[in-house]
């Protein structure tokens, strides 16, 4: 592929380009910068040893212009580069620059410079080869039946990933570069003849007006895209899961890809996207309605277990059944700490536990984390610092939490339970309805890019007056 790239500047010469190899590269080991004769006339030719393959350099760039330099046909000056291009880098991709500033950060970004002396123009030879991780089995959105296939760091593989699963011509990857420091690039994607334009437009507008220094993680992106009011709730959802992905495109969603990043982010996204899985798709369709509304299940149990527990043992005791309570006040004598105080140190001990066993070596991390909640739950019941009853209450409400497919709105909820724990231990269960009224006025106030956060489907945005 062949474009020109002819932007206005100070007149090159073979001095001015090699001044600013030596101002920009000067303290870099890994700068490859040799002098080279093509057409009788001196040439240099630049690269950075870290973002290329040196062996696919000297084979199919060094070796062709070696040729170029001993031939006898010389043609004219101003043929120079189109015979380079044409007859010696046969398929490479190359641009022209006559920018000493798009000179060099093309070379950082993995293309070869070459210049010779006489010319007004330098040309900038694609020849990126760098190594990267192999296609895995997603981390953290694994499935038991379905692809196995996940996004990893490097973009061009992502899109391959997409582009493999919907071989339309319709579908659109959109270019940009974001961060004044580390010019990430991120690719819009979506279905030209699907998509809503409104939140596309919206999106480039945003993307436009980005004044950010550094772009290495979604969470930056995440925080540019989100809506103006507060919402407690991700409004963006992301996945490593191509086939996720492909469904959100074929459904108006526009996906978004940042090179360096395995977590592709997708919007519009809605508060039902949180409680599916691409594994439903692959199930016998009544199983996987029922394993849909378990994980509804599961969040309720996850939110409001603790807080009910609290609220029902110490205000309402009258609700329990006598043989239930029975058990629950035997299971209490020589506790010397209130309810809620169980609750939260089990809670936040749970959470230690999590973040170890996350934090530690793969192989001693899982094993950690069992055993220390088995050890730690064991020892604090034999020694009288916790009941069982709570200790089950606290397990069963952890569990329900990983039920979501998706971590980040796991997270969510476990700060929510907090304040749902304190909230019924002052005011029961007046408090905890409450909660649940501001929650759910909360949830029906949200939106995401113009839609409804409770809706399933994409509306149009409405234009925005004069």
Not at 143 to 158: L, Q, W
Not at 189 to 202: F, K, W
Request: proline share 4%.
């Amino acid at each position: 592929m062949i474009s020109d790239k002819k932007t206005p500047n100070a007149i090159i010469n073979m001095e001015s380009v090699k001044e600013e190899i030596k101002c920009c590269f000067e303290a870099t080991s890994d700068l490859a910068s040799v002098t080279i004769r093509i057409f009788g006339e001196e040439g240099v030719f630049s690269y950075l040893t870290s973002m290329t393959n040196t062996a696919f350099i000297m084979e199919n760039v060094i070796k062709p212009l070696t040729l170029a330099g001993s031939s006898s046909d010389i043609p004219s000056k101003s043929q120079w580069l189109d015979r380079i291009r044409e007859q010696y880098l046969i398929g490479l991709s190359t641009e022209t620059t006559n920018d000493l500033g798009n000179f060099t950060m093309l070379v950082t970004k993995g293309y070869a410079g070459l210049y010779i002396a006489g010319m007004t123009e330098i040309l900038m030879i694609g020849v990126k080869e760098l190594e990267k991780r192999s296609v895995a089995e997603p981390t953290t959105q694994s499935v038991s039946i379905g692809p196995k296939e996940g996004f990893t760091e490097s973009a061009d593989t992502n899109i391959s990933l997409i582009r493999r699963r919907i071989q339309n011509p319709k579908l659109r990857f959109e270019k940009y570069e974001l961060g004044e420091q580390t010019k990430t690039t991120v690719y819009l994607s979506y279905m030209e003849d699907q998509v809503e334009t409104g939140i596309l437009n919206q999106l480039r507008e945003q993307i436009g007006h980005s004044r950010m220094d550094s772009l290495f993680e979604n969470s930056s992106l995440e925080y540019l895209f989100q809506p103006k009011k507060l919402s407690l709730f991700p409004t963006i959802y992301n996945s490593e899961r191509p086939d996720t992905i492909c469904e959100g495109l074929l459904d108006k969603r526009i996906a978004i890809i940042v090179n360096g990043n395995p977590f592709v982010l997708m919007v519009p996204s809605f508060f039902m996207d949180y409680f599916r899985s691409p594994e439903d798709a692959y199930q016998w369709i009544s199983f996987g309605v029922f394993i849909r509304y378990l994980r509804y299940l599961s969040f309720l149990i996850s939110l409001c277990l603790p807080a009910l527990y609290i609220s029902i043992t110490s205000y309402h005791q009258e609700l329990i059944p006598t043989m239930l309570l029975t058990s629950i006040a035997a299971q209490r004598q020589g506790i010397p700490f209130p309810v809620v105080f169980e609750i939260l140190v089990l809670e936040i001990t749970f959470e230690i536990l999590r973040e170890a066993g996350t934090r530690m070596p793969r192989i001693i991390g899982q094993s950690i984390s069992i055993a220390g909640a088995l050890v730690l739950g064991q020892a604090a019941v034999l020694a009288g610092f916790v009941s069982n009853f709570s200790l089950i209450v606290v397990s069963l409400t952890v569990i329900s939490g990983f039920v979501s497919p998706i971590y980040s709105f796991g997270a969510r909820i476990r700060i929510f339970r907090y304040g749902f724990i304190v909230l019924g231990s002052v005011l029961g269960l007046y408090g905890m309805f409450l909660g649940y009224a501001f929650l759910l006025i909360h949830l029906s106030r949200i939106e995401s890019f113009g839609n409804a956060y409770l809706t399933s489907s994409i509306k149009k945005l409405k234009k925005k007056e004069e």
